[in-house]
């Protein structure tokens, strides 16, 4: 018996492993289906279905689509300078932040000092802080009685010069990150193999290294346009009634306005930009994947040797304590501008105006739906980079990947009036729930987890999986026994940048945070939005608690960092 079923396997062999490959090629395109489920219904209810609403709200009228109405803004002067200026200034802060963060990415990437690893977690604070706060920080250094204001009676914030600066700030760990953290996997015995053959230190690095750095360059340089192209909280808080972008100009006509016909075109000008920019960074990503041979990072830096090497090392201290120390600074020394701190007590106290309840409790309701957000965007965004692992994933998934990276480019201005729109009756009337703001927030932070964790799922060795399947593992024990224990880390790093991106998340919670339940951004904005020196200081102090939040959540987020849990 035992004979004849050994002959017959034998005889068998090729047969049941063709037989077997497509059976289990059909369970594994079923189960990444499965996994794609929640998060493309998320999407569908909450993302494309809000912003298709305000759409058709907008452009359908009696009944009848008026897509003439496109044309009509288009032709509008004021229309045509909100777009020269929302590209204008996108363009020129782009290249303004790599002109000044390159060099920074070159010392973090080949130079070992004392301090680095504090100095990068102080370059990377402005990323995860919310715009208003980087907004208001510019207005503590060069706005109305800010310190360039007493020194030289010199103000910036009605200036584009403000705009940019606070674009660089801002962005500045992008460029660092990105193009640094390739950079120190470049191996430099390639441009020193070029130096000796007789090519000059300008020349290597010219035809050996930039090459090679160039798909980051262009991704960091993608990534930049695409936060400041969508720039929303700094233009508003810095720009005055100057300047606007597609972002401010849509809540304008949104919430002042209320013309919806023309926020719906801007709208779709935003939307079909914001395609553009991601199919081109989508193409830089994947050639970054490919095309290059890397070392580890660590035997890449060393200690500067010569006057040139410190001195380039001086300059980069330089700017990153004038560009991102000094703003966060003046923040924090205006808070305390009233004796006893008195801007923090007021914080306790009703005034009837803005606020139904004491603006110190924003503190409590931001965190809540923080927590809230996180806990979503974390299980949507697992299920989803769970779901892209494999890389011969068809034109579907990759179509996927790019829907979960929208809601970075899309206006959340547009998606959160969106919810008061299409959330307002059964099954699905949300309007005075207070999940609504965490379900806006989510839409921010699930891309986070989705960059963080997918290139460590992709490290996992395949056949780890595979060995577990064929042990009868089912495929929810093979993701906790296999997967699980190797991404636990970054699982935990993408938690905290969803956290951190929720805490500060404006633009479409604006729309939707009750007055009895204000999140920290948009009391800032309400009292930045009201005269007196006393509002303005509580701004200031309101900005400078949120600002520590966001700066211990990155410090956790430092000590949980591994090379392998996504560039920031």
């Not at 070992?112 to 977690?121: E, I, N, S, W, Y």
């Not at 009756?425 to 960059?451: N, Y």
């Not at 460590?456 to 593992?473: C, K, Q, S």
């Not at 959540?553 to 849990?565: C, F, I, K, M």
Request: aromatic share 10%; hydrophobic share 55%; with cysteine.
């Amino acid at each position: 018996m035992d004979l004849a079923r050994t002959e017959v396997s034998h005889e068998g062999t090729q047969p049941v492993k063709q037989a077997v490959r497509p059976a289990r090629t059909v369970r594994g395109s079923a189960a990444r289906l499965g996994l794609m489920a929640v998060p493309v219904a998320f999407f569908a209810v909450f993302f494309a279905y809000p912003v298709a609403a305000i759409v058709a709200r907008g452009l359908k009228i009696d009944g009848a689509w008026q897509f003439g109405r496109i044309g009509d803004v288009l032709a509008q002067s004021d229309v045509r300078h909100v777009l020269w200026f929302t590209t204008w200034q996108a363009l020129a802060s782009t290249g303004l932040t790599l002109l000044v963060a390159l060099p920074g990415a070159y010392v973090f990437a080949r130079f070992d000092f004392p301090g680095k690893q504090v100095l990068r977690a102080v370059v990377t604070v402005p990323f995860v802080l919310p715009t208003v706060v980087v907004g208001t920080a510019f207005l503590a250094l060069a706005g109305r009685g800010g310190l360039f204001d007493e020194l030289w009676g010199l103000r910036l914030d009605t200036t584009v010069w403000a705009i940019l600066l606070a674009h660089v700030f801002f962005n500045y760990a992008v460029v660092v990150r990105t193009v640094g953290g390739l950079w120190s996997q470049l191996d430099p015995r390639q441009e020193e193999a070029a130096r000796m053959l007789g090519a000059s230190r300008t020349r290597a690095w010219r035809q050996v290294t930039l090459p090679a750095l160039a798909p980051a360059v262009a991704a960091a340089a993608l990534m930049v346009f695409l936060f400041t192209f969508t720039s929303f909280g700094v233009v508003q808080i810095l720009g005055g009634p100057t300047f606007s972008t597609l972002e401010v100009e849509i809540y304008r006509q949104t919430s002042q306005v209320f013309d919806l016909s023309t926020a719906a075109v801007l709208t779709l000008v935003q939307f079909a930009a914001v395609v553009a920019v991601l199919a081109v960074h989508a193409w830089t990503v994947r050639r970054r994947e490919t095309a290059l041979r890397l070392v580890d990072a660590a035997t890449t830096a060393r200690r500067p040797r010569g006057a040139g090497q410190w001195a380039l090392l001086a300059g980069v201290l330089g700017v990153i304590a004038v560009l991102l120390v000094l703003p966060l600074a003046v923040l924090v020394q205006r808070s305390l501008g009233a004796p006893g701190f008195g801007y923090y007590r007021a914080l306790t106290r009703e005034d009837g105006g803005a606020f139904l309840v004491p603006p110190i409790e924003a503190i409590g309701n931001s965190l809540q739906y923080a927590v809230a957000a996180t806990a979503l965007a974390v299980l949507i965004g697992a299920l989803a980079a769970t779901a892209l692992t494999r890389r011969d994933a068809g034109r579907f998934v990759r179509g996927f990947d790019a829907l979960l990276m929208l809601p970075l480019g899309v206006s959340a201005v547009t998606v959160g009036f969106g919810f008061l729109i299409a959330l307002d009756e059964p099954p699905l009337d949300l309007r005075s729930s207070w999940i609504l703001v965490p379900l806006a927030q989510a839409l921010v932070g699930v891309p986070f987890v989705v960059r963080t964790m997918l290139p460590v799922l992709r490290a996992v060795d395949g056949r780890l999986r595979e060995a577990a399947a064929v042990l009868g593992a089912s495929p929810w024990r093979v993701w906790r026994e296999v997967d699980l224990p190797m991404v636990r880390r970054a699982l935990l790093v993408a938690a905290g940048f969803a956290f951190a991106v929720s805490l500060g998340e404006f633009g479409a919670t604006v729309f939707i945070a009750r007055p009895d339940n204000p999140t920290l951004p948009v009391a800032v904005a309400r009292l930045l939005g009201r005269p007196g020196d006393m509002n303005y200081g509580q701004a200031m102090a309101l900005s400078t608690i949120l600002m520590l939040v966001c700066a211990v959540a990155l410090v956790v987020l430092e000590r949980l960092r591994t090379d392998r849990s996504g560039e920031f």
